[in-house]
Nanobody, 119 residues
Framework: QVQLVESGGGLVQAGGSLRLSCAIS????????IGWYRQAPGKQRELVAR???????NYADSVKGRFTISRDNAKNTMYLQMNSLKPEDTAVYYC?????????????WGQGTQVTVSS
């Protein structure tokens, strides 16, 4: 079992910055990858960025060059630095972890944090 708690969302003007944090606890040794997803009203949840246990990262094309995912293993925390925010970045942002303690994969989600970008 893994528990994920997001923080850092809020209201920001276009062009501004926010940093999201995800505190990770539980069976962290079995985590294969962690990442951020977002869901805007009326849209499907989509991948924003993810980082594997080996440190490789992937970003959605829409956020490349503006967002940076990172993790602090000592603090069991993952971050998403969001710069040059746009109104279309407005969504609920979710922390995600995928584990593989044995053969099967398991997915865990945080409760989400709202990010609103005003024009």
């Amino acid at each position: 079992q893994v528990q994920l708690v997001e923080s850092g969302g809020g209201l920001v003007q276009a062009g501004g910055s926010l940093r999201l944090s995800c505190a990770i606890s539980g069976s962290t040794f079995s985590i294969q990858q962690i990442g951020w997803y977002r869901q805007a009203p009326g849209k499907q949840r989509e991948l924003v960025a993810r980082i594997s246990s080996g440190g490789s990262t992937n970003y959605a094309d829409s956020v490349k060059g503006r967002f940076t995912i990172s993790r602090d293993n000592a603090k069991n925390t993952m971050y998403l630095q969001m710069n040059s925010l746009k109104p279309e970045d407005t969504a609920v942002y979710y922390c995600h972890a995928q584990t593989r303690p044995a053969v099967r994969f398991y997915d865990y989600w945080g409760q989400g944090t709202q990010v609103t970008v005003s024009s």
